[in-house]
Structure formats: structure tokens, C-alpha cells
């Protein structure tokens, strides 16, 4: 028994042929013709039918499916393309086709998402750069005004003044730092120099770095227990330099009065190293994680930025970790604290 979903051009030429000669069949009984005349009109009948049915479908029907096919590559049809329509596509049943046009629309409509994400992902992005530079330019300008219209005159003021405007301009100038390095690891223009180094000694210079912001609340430095013998990694160091004093600056950040900064460190394969850095500070809710290495992505906007900072130091975090092949995670909870995991290469010892 015909299954229609399974019915090749071929096979349905020939079953509508058959049917026709069936008829013809009858006919020439009926009219009491003979069993010799009744076989050739029989031959005649399914041999014509067959064929012309098989021209009319593939003629026809085939070329608008060949007109669908181009219209999902949009381009015209090369040699390769050619050999494709005349000698595959005759072969592929409608359902095949089908499967072949939802799989594109699939595909478009998954496009069409990424590009709305990535559409609302631009305007979040200049709404966010807009903000972050308008807030130094313009406290500089109001410090400026003020200084040209009188105050540059009065001694209790024009210092104090003249120092708000530049920090405004230094924090002006991190940004644009910061910016320019964001599009150069993205571009693949910085290169990434690796390198054999032992990674608790990078740890312990970035703990010395960040020592006197860290008096200033208390927090103490420690590598953990047990993860105090020297491991090798393989990578460029003074990225990975920067990588430690973003997360490490951002513990003391937003760490707690008398609070700690842990690092550790496993090896976890012999090819693979984690460095962890962990704190008891506030901690972040859960709906913030998926989106903290977006670029000026605050989870308390406010409090962000009394605090300080460009809002662009985890995304370059994870731009130069994974131009290092690695990954970069994070976990976190409300009032008790944060944990950011990033891989290395293990060097190979000599």
C-alpha cells in the first residue's frame, strides 16, 4: 500500500500510470476489442502516461521548488547548484522539502532574535555610555563655569574645585582606557603574550597592589589553605595581572567592613588550572549573575558609581580570559558574598 509522504516524482508517475492503463484496460474490453490490441493500448497508455506525468511534475512543480530553493540561498544557481537541481532535488520527496524550508524559516526567525538582542543590546549600550560620559563632562564644566564666573578668585575654594574637576577628568580618561582596550580585545588586535609563571606569586603582587585600599576597610588578603604550593599556569601575565586587580579591587569594593579576600587555586586535570576569587561582601541577587561581564551592566547603579569605577572592568575581564581560551564564571549570594572562577593552561613542567 502507497504511503503518500513517502511517494518519490518516479513512483507516483508510475502508480498514476497504472491507474490509467487500468482504465484504458477496461475500456478496450468494454468496446470487445482483443487481448493483443487490449496489451499495446495497455503498454502504449502507461508508458505515455508515465512519462509525461514524470516530464509535467519535475517540469512544473519542480521549478517552483527550485525557485523556493533560491530564494532561501538567495543567489544564482553555480555549476555546484546546477548538478544540485537537476540531480538531487528530483529525488527529494515534498516532505523532505518541507523539512528543508521549516529548517530555514527556524533559522531565520533565530536570526531575527539575535538581531533584536543585539539591537536592544546597542541601545542599553550607547543609553549607558551617553550617561557614564555625560556624568564627568559635565561635572568638570560646572566646576570650570564656576571657577571663570568669580571663583577662581576666592582661595577657599578654587583648589578644592580645580582637584573635583580632575579626578572627573581622570575617571573620564579610564573610561576611554577602557573602552579603547574592550574593542582591541575584541577586534583581536592585543595580543596575548604566554608565558610560564607561578600563579600565587602574581596573587600575592596584586594582594601588595591593593594592600592600602584594603587597610582602609579592614579587609584581609589570604590564598586558601591548602592551596598554598606553586602552580604553574601558561599565559600572558600582566593580562592576567589585570584580570586579578579588577576582581580582587572590585572584593575590596564591595566587600564588608573587616571582611576577606580568599583566593585558591586547583589544578584540576594537569592541562587545566581554576583561580578563584572570593569575598564576604554584599553579594549579588541571582537575576544579576547572567548579565554581570556586560559592559556597564550595575547591579545598584547608584551605589556603583559613589563607589567608583567605569562599570567596564568584568567585561574586560572576560574578554581577556577568553582570549585565552578559557572560561570565566560566577557565584554569588545576597549579604554573604561573591566568588568569580577563571581557567588557565597548566604550564608543562621542563
Not at 475500456?27 to 502516461?49: P, Q, R, S
Not at 580582587?248 to 594537569?270: L, R
Amino acid at each position: 500500500m502507497f504511503k503518500a509522504k513517502n511517494l518519490s516524482p518516479q513512483k507516483l508517475a508510475g502508480f498514476t500510470a497504472l491507474v490509467l492503463s487500468a482504465i484504458i484496460s477496461l475500456a478496450c474490453l468494454a468496446f470487445g476489442l482483443g487481448w493483443k490490441e487490449t496489451g499495446i493500448a495497455v503498454a502504449i497508455t502507461f508508458l505515455a502516461g508515465y512519462y509525461l506525468y514524470l516530464y509535467t511534475l519535475q517540469q512544473f512543480i519542480y521549478r517552483k521548488i527550485k525557485l523556493i530553493y533560491k530564494f532561501i540561498y538567495q543567489t544564482k544557481a553555480s555549476k555546484r547548484e546546477d548538478f544540485f537541481n537537476k540531480n538531487i532535488l528530483p529525488l527529494k520527496t515534498i516532505e523532505e522539502v518541507s523539512e528543508d524550508v521549516e529548517k530555514w524559516a527556524s533559522q531565520k526567525k533565530e536570526e531575527l532574535e539575535n538581531l533584536r538582542r543585539n539591537e536592544a543590546f546597542r541601545k542599553e549600550f550607547l543609553l549607558n555610555l551617553s550617561h557614564e560620559l555625560k556624568t564627568p563632562i559635565f561635572a568638570v564644566q560646572g566646576y570650570i563655569h564656576t571657577l571663570l564666573d568669580g571663583a577662581v578668585e576666592d582661595p577657599s575654594v578654587n583648589k578644592m574645585f580645580l582637584r573635583n574637576a580632575t579626578k572627573n577628568i581622570d575617571r573620564l580618561c579610564r573610561l576611554i582606557d577602557d573602552l579603547d582596550e574592550i574593542s582591541k580585545l575584541e577586534s583581536g588586535e592585543m595580543t596575548i603574550n604566554k608565558e610560564p609563571f607561578v600563579i600565587q606569586d602574581l596573587i600575592r603582587d596584586v594582594f601588595d597592589t591593593l594592600s592600602i585600599k584594603a587597610r582602609q576597610k579592614d579587609i584581609k588578603f589570604s590564598i586558601k589553605k591548602g592551596c598554598e604550593a606553586p602552580v604553574l599556569v601558561y599565559a600572558d601575565k600582566e593580562k592576567i595581572r589585570q584580570v586579578l586587580i579588577n576582581l580582587i579591587e572590585n572584593s575590596v569594593k564591595y566587600g564588608k567592613q573587616e571582611g576577606q579576600t580568599i583566593a585558591s587555586i586547583y589544578n584540576m586535570d594537569g592541562r587545566t588550572v581554576l583561580v578563584e576569587i572570593s569575598d564576604t561582601g554584599i553579594g549579588m541577587a541571582e537575576e544579576h549573575l547572567p548579565r554581570v561581564f556586560e559592559r556597564f551592566y550595575r547591579t545598584d547603579r547608584a551605589r556603583s558609581r559613589d563607589i567608583g569605577g567605569t562599570g567596564l572592568g568584568l567585561a574586560i575581564v572576560k574578554h581577556i580570559v577568553e582570549a585565552h581560551g578559557q572560561a570565566i564564571n560566577v557565584r554569588s549570594k545576597v549579604e554573604i558574598g561573591s566568588t568569580f572562577g577563571f581557567t588557565l593552561e597548566a604550564a608543562r613542567e621542563a
